[in-house]
Nanobody, 126 residues
Framework: QVHLVESGGGLVQAGGSLRLSCEASGRIFPSYVMVGWFRQAPGKEREFVAAIRLSGDNPVIVDSVKGRFTISRDSAKNIVYLQMNSLKLDDSADYYC??????????????????WGQGTQVTVSS
């Protein structure tokens, strides 16, 4: 069982930055567990944004945010960060972190993740 808690969302002007945090607790083996960030805007499907193993291996970022968002982790604290820079109106959404334990490549499918946080809202204003 893995428990996830997100924080760091809020209201920001376009062009600004936010850093989201996802703290993981429970039965965690850093090289086995991957943590992903997903987002869901009103009326849209939940989509993959980025993911990384808690060990730091194999970070993956979706092309639409590459160059603006980075994903990192603090392995000592089991926290995964999503640094979001140059935010755009289209980045407004509820952001969720999720965890999945498996070897092999990073998963990017919503249905491939087993544990989810409660979400944190990001609103980008003009």
């Amino acid at each position: 069982q893995v428990h996830l808690v997100e924080s760091g969302g809020g209201l920001v002007q376009a062009g600004g930055s936010l850093r989201l945090s996802c703290e993981a607790s429970g039965r965690i083996f850093p090289s086995y567990v991957m943590v992903g960030w997903f987002r869901q805007a009103p009326g849209k499907e939940r989509e993959f944004v980025a993911a990384i193993r808690l060990s730091g291996d194999n970070p993956v970022i979706v092309d639409s945010v590459k160059g603006r968002f980075t994903i990192s982790r603090d392995s000592a604290k089991n926290i995964v960060y999503l640094q979001m820079n140059s935010l755009k109106l289209d980045d407004s959404a509820d952001y969720y972190c999720a965890a999945h334990g498996a070897w092999g490549p990073i998963r990017i499918g919503v249905n491939e993740y087993d544990y989810w946080g409660q979400g944190t809202q990001v609103t980008v204003s003009s």
